[in-house]
């Protein structure tokens, strides 16, 4: 399974706008991604609703993922992984300018 591991930036956490920009993006991919922090259940980053309810503040690691059954083989398996580090960096981007 792909993982990466993030901080989350925006001051705010993930809520309302930082929220919505990520699961956009996520979305965007194509491609089934889960969000968990330690000590939680993941759920679907591609659920704003998710997401905001899972309470992922200002400086939470977070693992973003990928279940092996979602991918195709060695190409699906490269553009996992260069999706979720493009996620990684865009939670990671989200803090004041």
């Known amino acids: 399974m792909p993982t990466q591991k993030a901080v989350v930036t ?3 956490g993930l809520h309302a706008r930082p929220a919505a920009v990520f699961v956009r993006a996520v979305t965007e991919t194509g491609l089934p991604v889960t969000i968990t922090k330690a000590g939680t259940s993941s759920v679907d980053a591609r659920s704003l609703l998710q997401v905001m309810s899972a309470d992922f503040p200002y400086g939470c690691e977070v693992e973003l993922g990928i279940e092996d ?12 992984e260069d999706a979720l580090r493009t996620l990684g960096a865009l939670l990671e981007s989200q803090g004041p300018e």
Do not use: D, M, T, V
Not at 69 to 80: F, M
């Open 69 to 80: 059954s979602a991918l195709n083989g060695a190409l699906g398996r490269e553009k996992a």
């Open 10 to 12: 925006a001051p705010i």
